[in-house]
C-alpha cells in the first residue's frame, strides 16, 4: 500500500535523542509529512521498550499506548512504567489519517534518563588548593587512568562543576562549552550526560578535566569575583555497562590527580592568558606519568539540587573570517571581523618561544581608528598567548568570552594578514527557526542585527551584553524580547531552564527580580543598601515570570511550563495585588520604560499596566490549566485593575497620565481601555508620533507593543514609517552607521555627539530588537492562536505596507514549516503564498479585494481551502496542511488611504 504520510523528527522533550534527561513523564513529539494537503491525524500509538531489540521484536515492555483516538502530535506526556535512573528508552509512533489509513512506523527514537536520585551518586567533588604566590589562580588541570574490560555496552559520563569543566575522554573533547552553565549555583547545579561508549577502549583509559571558574567563582558582571564560591570544584560519574550486565563506575575522589598547566587565568570577564610553555603533552592520555601531580582537594557539603541540564549546548556555531586588517603606528594589527559578534578569536602564529602576543577586543573604534574600549568599564577583552616556539602555534582561549567586531593584535611576531585570525561565534546552540527577506535591504539588515543580537546574548541565560562588566539575566530585556526570540530561534529548551532560574530567584513575599540567576544583591539585599536602585520587583522585569511562560505555551503549547510555574505565578499576582493601594502598582525601582528618548513615562502607569497585564495572563493560564474558580477571580481582578486604571490615569478624551507613545501603546495592547476611548487613545498616540516627525520615543517596554498597537488600530502605515525611518532616533538610523547588532540605547551614537556615556554604553542588546515580533506577527502576518497553540491553527495575516513590495518569511514550528510570502506588483496586485505544515491548519487573511484562490499553477490549486467571510478589504480563508496562492488587488485600498489623508 502507497502510504502518503510519513513520520520525522521524533522528539522527546524537545530534543533528539537526548541523554541523562531527569523527567518522570518526558513529552514526546514528532511531524508528519505528506504530499497531500489537508493532512490530519487522527490517532496516534507510540510503543517504548527498555531496548532497541525489544522494540525492533515488538514488545513495548514500557509502554504501548494502543491506538489513541487524538489529533495531537507534541506534547504527548509518556504514559508508561516508571523510567528508572539510567535507563534507555526506545520508542517508535505511527499514525492514523482521517480516512483511518495507518502510516508507517517512525524510525526509532530514544532517550536515556540521568542519574534520578542523590543517593546513587558515589563521586566527590574535586578541586585544587589555591597557588598562595598567585592573585589571579591558574585552571587546574585534573585527570584519572582507569582499566576497562573487553565488551562494553555502553559507557555514559554524568559531570557538573560549580564553576566550569572542559572533558576529554583519551584525549579527545567531550561535551561542549561553559558546562554545566549559569545557575544560581546554591539552589542547583545542571548535570550533562555524555555518551562515551565510542571513546572508551579495552585497557587503560584516561579522563581529563580543565576547570574554569566561569560564573561561580570568577568575575560575575560588576558584582565581582567569587559571588557563589572561592574557587571551582568537578563532579563526575561515569557508569561502564558491560555486554554481561556488569557495571563498573569511575568516579571523581581523592584518587584522581591535579596539576596547574598553561593556562595562568581564565575569566569571563577579564579574559585569559596562556602560557604555551607549560603545556602538559599528553596528560589527558593513557599512559601519562602523573606521579608529580598532587591529590585533589575533596570538598563536602554541597547542598543544592543536581539536575539534569535543561537548556541547549553552547556551541561554536560559526567562524567568522576578518574582512579587513589595518597596520598602526605603533605596529599592532587591527582587523574588522565585519560584524559586531561573540566569542572569541583564534590566532596561528609562529615565533620564539617566550613571545608574548595579545588579543584585544572592541565594538568600536574611536575616530583615530583606535579601539574603543571605554564602554566595557571594567571588563578586559584581552587573552595573552606566550608562545612555545618551534612551528604553528594555534591558540584561542578557555573560559571566556568576548562581545567585539574588532580586534587588534599586539606583539605579532612577523607579518599578519587576513589569516591570521578568525572568529568563533558561541552561543546557546538553539536550533534556528525563522528566516525573513524583503525587498528592502535595510529592513533586512534590521532582522540581521535582531539575529546577531540574540546570538550574541544568548549564554546559557539571556544576557543583556556581552561586551562589559555586566552580562547578566535581566529579566525586563527576556521577556520584551522572548517572543521575537522563539521566531528566531528554538528556545523551547533555553527558557524552559531560564523560567527555573527565574523561579529560583522568586522573594518569599512572591516578587520576581530583576535579574535571574540571583548574582548576588538580592541574597545580600543589595538593593537597600550599595546599589540601592535595584529592586525585587520593578515592572516590567518581574512580570517576566509570567510572560515568558504565556510565551512558550503560545508557540509550543507547552502546558508543563505553565503547570510547573502556576503558583509562583499567583504568588507575584497576588504580592502586585497585596502590595499596590486601591489596585495602582506603585513603582519603588525607578527603570521605567529604560532608555526611552526624550519621554519619561510616568511609573505607577507602566506599572500599573503591566500588574494589569500580569493578571490577564494569568487568567488565561488558570483557564488553560482548567482551574476554573482562578480564572475567573483573575479575570475579575484584570478587569478592576483596568477600571483603576482609566479612572487614575486616563481622561474622557483619552489622555493618559504621562502623555508618552509607551502610555498609549501600553493601555491599548494590554486591553486598558473601552471601546469609546480606544480611538481617542490613539489619536493621541499618532499625534505624538507625527509632532515628533514620524519618530519613536519608547524605550524597553514600550518599543515592542509600539508598532503592534499601531497595527492593531488601523494605523499601518504609520507603524511602516517608523520601521523605515532613518532620521534619528531610530532603527534605520543605527544601520545607516554602520550598526550590525541592535544598540543599546537610542543615541548610542549620533552624528552631534558621538559617543554616549561610557558607563552604559552597548552596541550589542537585543531589548530594543523586539520589533522583530512585529515583523513576523504583522509585517509576515505568521500569528499563533492561543485557543490552538503551538501553531496548531496559525492565524495567517500579511500587512503589505510602507515601502515594501516583497516580504519573505519562514516559521520552523513544532508541527513543521509555516511559509508566507507576498509580493506586490505594480503597487497593487498582490500575490500571497502559503504554506501550512501537515497536522496543522491555518486562517488566512488575504487584504484586498478581487480574491482569488489560484487553481492554475501545479500544487498551489486552491483545494483544501473554505471561505470563511468575503468583506470589503479582506477575504479569510480556512486552510488545512499544504501550499496555496491567492492573488487579489489592493488598488483600492490605496485610493481610500489617500482621499483620507
Ligand atoms: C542595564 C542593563 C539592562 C537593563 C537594566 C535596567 O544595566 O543593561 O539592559 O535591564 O539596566
Known amino acids: 500500500m502507497e502510504h502518503t504520510i510519513r513520520i520525522t523528527a521524533c522528539k522527546t522533550e524537545y530534543a533528539v535523542n537526548p541523554v541523562g534527561i531527569d523527567s518522570l513523564r518526558p513529552r514526546l513529539f ?63 509512533v505511527r499514525v492514523w489519517d482521517s480516512r483511518d489509513e495507518v502510516s508507517p512506523w517512525s524510525e526509532t527514537a530514544y532517550w536515556t ?36 574490560k573487553p565488551n562494553v555496552r555502553r559507557a555514559v559520563v554524568y559531570a ?99 596539576a596547574e598547566g598553561p593556562i595562568r587565568y581564565s575569566d569571563m570577564i577579564e579574559g585569559e592568558t596562556y602560557d604555551a610553555r607549560l603545556e602538559l603533552t599528553g596528560w589527558d592520555q593513557p599512559g601519562y606519568d602523573d606521579s608529580g601531580w598532587e591529590s585533589p582537594d575533596v570538598r563536602s557539603g554541597y547542598n543544592g539540587l543536581l539536575v539534569a541540564a535543561a537548556e541547549p549546548p553552547i556551541r561554536i556555531t560559526e567562524t567568522v573570517k576578518p574582512v579587513a586588517v589595518r597596520k598602526t603606528e605603533a605596529g599592532t594589527y587591527i582587523f574588522d571581523m565585519g560584524q559586531n559578534m561573540v566569542g572569541w578569536t583564534e590566532v596561528t602564529v609562529r615565533g620564539e618561544a617566550g613571545t608574548r602576543i595579545t588579543l584585544s577586543h572592541a565594538e568600536m573604534l574611536n575616530p583615530d581608528g583606535s579601539l574603543y574600549l571605554d564602554n566595557l568599564r571594567a571588563a578586559v577583552q584581552q587573552d595573552h598567548y606566550v608562545l612555545k616556539g618551534g612551528g604553528e602555534e594555534r591558540y584561542e582561549p578557555h573560559f571566556t568570552f568576548h562581545g567585539f567586531r574588532y580586534v587588534e593584535l599586539i606583539g605579532y611576531p612577523g607579518e599578519a594578514d587576513l589569516t591570521t585570525i578568525a572568529g568563533k561565534v ?16 535595510m529592513v533586512n539588515q534590521l532582522y540581521s542585527n535582531i539575529v546577531w543580537g540574540q546570538r550574541g546574548n544568548f549564554l546559557s541565560v539571556p544576557t543583556d551584553c556581552p561586551q562589559r562588566d555586566e552580562r547578566l539575566g535581566w529579566t525586563g530585556d527576556a521577556q520584551i524580547f522572548a517572543r521575537t526570540a522563539s521566531y528566531n530561534r528554538d528556545v523551547s529548551r533555553f527558557f524552559t531552564k ?44 518581574g512580570d517576566a515570570g509570567v510572560i515568558i511562560p504565556w510565551t512558550l505555551y503560545l508557540m509550543y503549547g507547552d502546558k508543563r511550563i505553565l503547570e510547573e510555574h502556576y503558583d509562583a505565578m499567583s504568588r507575584w499576582v497576588d504580592y502586585l495585588k497585596d502590595n499596590g493601594s486601591d489596585l495602582i502598582r506603585p513603582d519603588y525601582a525607578n527603570y521605567g520604560d529604560w532608555l526611552s528618548i526624550g519621554a519619561d513615562t510616568p511609573n505607577e502607569v507602566l506599572a500599573t499596566a503591566y500588574f494589569a497585564y500580569s493578571t490577564k495572563l494569568l487568567a488565561a493560564i488558570a483557564g488553560v490549566l482548567g482551574k476554573t474558580e482562578d480564572h475567573s477571580r483573575y479575570a475579575a481582578l484584570f478587569g478592576q485593575i483596568a477600571e483603576a486604571f482609566r479612572r487614575e490615569f486616563v481622561s474622557g478624551d483619552g489622555f ?16 486598558l481601555l473601552t471601546e469609546e476611548l480606544k480611538p481617542k487613545a490613539t489619536r493621541r498616540l499618532t499625534e505624538n508620533i507625527r509632532a515628533r516627525g514620524n519618530r519613536l520615543s519608547t524605550g524597553f517596554l514600550g518599543v515592542g507593543y509600539l508598532l503592534p498597537a499601531l497595527t492593531d488600530s488601523g ?41 554616549q556615556t561610557p558607563s552604559m554604553n552597548s552596541f550589542n542588546h537585543y531589548s530594543l530588537g523586539s520589533v522583530g515580533e512585529w515583523m513576523f506577527r504583522y509585517m509576515a502576518g505568521i500569528e499563533a492562536d492561543p485557543a490552538e497553540p503551538g501553531f496548531r491553527h496559525a492565524i495567517i495575516r500579511p500587512r503589505p505596507g510602507g515601502r515594501l513590495n516583497r516580504v519573505k518569511a519562514g516559521y520552523e514550528s513544532l508541527y513543521g514549516t509555516i511559509s508566507v510570502e507576498w509580493s506586490l506588483e505594480a503597487g497593487s496586485r498582490l500575490t500571497l503564498e502559503v504554506e501550512v505544515p501537515a497536522n496543522a491548519g491555518a486562517t488566512v487573511h488575504v487584504p484586498g479585494a478581487n480574491v482569488e484562490p489560484d487553481g492554475e499553477d501545479a500544487g498551489l490549486s486552491a483545494a483544501g481551502c473554505t471561505l470563511l467571510t468575503q468583506e470589503k478589504q479582506a477575504s479569510v480563508y480556512r486552510i488545512g496542511s499544504g501550499k496555496y496562492r491567492f492573488t487579489s488587488s489592493l488598488a483600492y485600498m490605496k485610493k481610500e488611504a489617500e482621499v483620507q489623508q
Open 30 to 92: 514528532w511531524r508528519l509529512e505528506s504530499d497531500e494537503r489537508g493532512v490530519r491525524q487522527t490517532a496516534y500509538q507510540v510503543v517504548v521498550a527498555s531496548s532497541r531489540e525489544k522494540l525492533d521484536r515488538g514488545d513495548a515492555d514500557m509502554w504501548d499506548s494502543g491506538k489513541t483516538v487524538s489529533g495531537e502530535s507534541i506534547q504527548i506526556v509518556y504514559a508508561g512504567s516508571a523510567l528508572r535512573s539510567e535507563g534507555e528508552y526506545f520508542w517508535k
Open 113 to 148: 534518563m540521568g542519574i534520578l536520585s542523590r543517593g546513587e551518586w558515589q563521586a566527590k567533588w574535586i578541586g585544587r588548593r589555591p597557588n598562595p604566590g598567585l592573585a589571579m589562580q591558574p585552571s587546574p588541570y585534573m585527570r584519572k587512568s582507569f582499566a576497562v
Open 160 to 258: 557538573t562543576a560549580l564553576g566550569l569543566f572542559k572533558l576529554r575522554v583519551n584525549g579527545s573533547a567531550v561535551g561542549h562549552l561553559f558546562a554545566p552553565g549559569w545557575t544560581d549555583y546554591d539552589k542547583r547545579v545542571q548535570v550533562h550526560a555524555y555518551d562515551v561508549t565510542d571513546q572508551i577502549k579495552q585497557g587503560e583509559n584516561a579522563i581529563a578535566v580543565i576547570l574554569g571558574d566561569g560564573w561561580y567563582a570568577g568575575t560575575v558582571g560588576f558584582l565581582g569575583k567569587r559571588v557563589y564560591g572561592e574557587r571551582p570544584f568537578f563532579l563526575m560519574q561515569a557508569s561502564i555497562e558491560y555486554e554481561d550486565g556488569s557495571r563498573e563506575l569511575v568516579v571523581s575522589d581523592g584518587s584522581w590527580r591535579a
Open 426 to 441: 558561541i552561543h546557546s546552540d538553539t536550533p534556528a527557526a525563522g528566516r525573513l527577506e524583503t525587498n528592502d535591504p
Open 498 to 541: 531560564y523560567m527555573r532560574d527565574i523561579a529560583d530567584a522568586q522573594q518569599p513575599s512572591g516578587a520576581f527580580t530583576d535579574v535571574a540567576p540571583d548574582a548576588g544583591w538580592i541574597r545580600h539585599k543589595m538593593w537597600n543598601t550599595r546599589l540601592n536602585w535595584f529592586a525585587p520587583d520593578n515592572a516590567g522585569w
Open 656 to 671: 493618559v497620565r504621562g502623555d508618552t507613545q509607551t502610555v498609549y501603546v501600553l493601555a491599548l495592547q494590554f486591553g
Open 715 to 755: 494605523e499601518q502605515d504609520i507603524a511602516y514609517e517608523l520601521l523605515t525611518q532613518e532620521a534619528f532616533p531610530s532603527w534605520m538610523y543605527s544601520i545607516k552607521h554602520g550598526a550590525t547588532t541592535i544598540w543599546e540605547r537610542w543615541d548610542g551614537w549620533t552624528e552631534e555627539n558621538g559617543f
